[in-house]
């Protein structure tokens, strides 16, 4: 489906192109934001546990200037449930073919909470096509600081977040994850029982502990300090660990802090991705 922009009161919407992509024996929903943009490396977003791709419109509308591009995990969104079980680094290798397929050589990469335990593999799996890296609310994978207990117990049932009339509570209580901050919850959709079971043993049978120290791309790690589900130790562990990296912190914003303050984000996320990296921690 072809992009399209529609106008609100005195602001353009941009729409995101929309295809289905076959990779690697999967079917990907793939969407693809202010494409032809120059000057910029395109922007790949990898998304949160059971997250479409719809929920990150606001953040990609928000970068006008680069072409910006996510998808969705097998079984979550619109990608049809996948056949058999995936680790993290199948999946950055699909990843990585999915470029190929695009005809992109190079991105930087936001990895959001899951997402960023895939951007944290991608980075050391296939560190010729990544320029710069940004993990937000994300951790090193099942060696995480645990989050709020009474979450964590939501999170590890996936009838919490696989049927419609439970989601949307969930979504409200967990992702925005302590925070005083809003976040729209107007695009989620339910994930399968089957990608989001997927998706959750993935990540707690994966860790990025042992690479860490050899990422030798620019990373930035943004988390909020009232982020009950991923806790913020998590990103100084990151921060610790990954050599020429940056830490900014958050306060208020919750889980999806890139979502309820998406201004700052917007703005932090500009000064690491076109300046040095050193101004994104100012």
């Known amino acids: 489906m072809l992009g399209s922009a529609c106008k609100v009161g005195k602001t353009i919407i941009v729409e995101a192109e929309t295809s289905f992509i076959g990779v690697a024996g999967r079917r990907l929903h793939v969407a693809r934001w202010h494409r032809g943009a120059t000057g910029h490396k ?19 509308r928000a970068l006008p200037e680069r072409e910006v591009l996510c ?20 999946m950055a ?10 005809g992109i050589d190079e991105v930087d990469i936001l990895g959001i909470s899951w997402g960023g335990a895939l951007a944290q593999q991608i980075a050391f799996q296939h560190k010729a096509r990544t320029r710069r890296m940004i993990l937000a609310a994300t951790s090193p994978g099942g060696t ?10 939501h999170l590890a049932d996936p009838m919490e977040y696989t049927v419609e009339r439970t989601l949307r509570r969930n979504l409200a209580s967990i992702y925005n994850g302590g925070g005083s901050g809003r976040v729209s919850l107007n695009a989620a959709k339910a994930p399968s029982p089957i990608g989001f079971s997927y998706q959750m043993a993935a990540f707690s049978t994966w860790s990025s502990m042992p690479f860490l ?6 990373v930035l790690v943004m988390a909020d300090e009232e ?10 562990i990151l921060h610790n660990a990954i050599p020429r990296s940056q830490i900014h ?21 500009r000064d690491f991705l076109d ?8």
Request: net charge negative; proline share 12%.
């Open 42 to 60: 395109p922007l790949l977003m990898l998304n949160g546990i059971g997250m479409n791709l719809e929920m990150l419109a606001p953040l990609a």
């Open 71 to 90: 998808f969705d995990i097998p079984g979550v969104g619109s990608s049809p449930d996948p056949i058999i079980p995936y680790t993290i680094p199948c």
């Open 93 to 102: 290798l699909t990843t990585a073919a999915l470029l190929d397929r695009l």
């Open 144 to 153: 995480m600081v645990p989050g709020n207990a009474a979450m964590m117990a």
């Open 213 to 218: 120290p050899l990422l030798d791309v620019p």
């Open 227 to 236: 982020d009950q589900l991923v806790p913020p130790a998590n990103a100084h």
């Open 249 to 269: 912190m958050f306060r208020g914003g919750g889980h999806l802090f890139m979502l309820s303050q998406t201004e700052r984000f917007i703005r932090k996320l």
């Open 275 to 282: 300046n040095d990296p050193a101004a994104a921690a100012a």
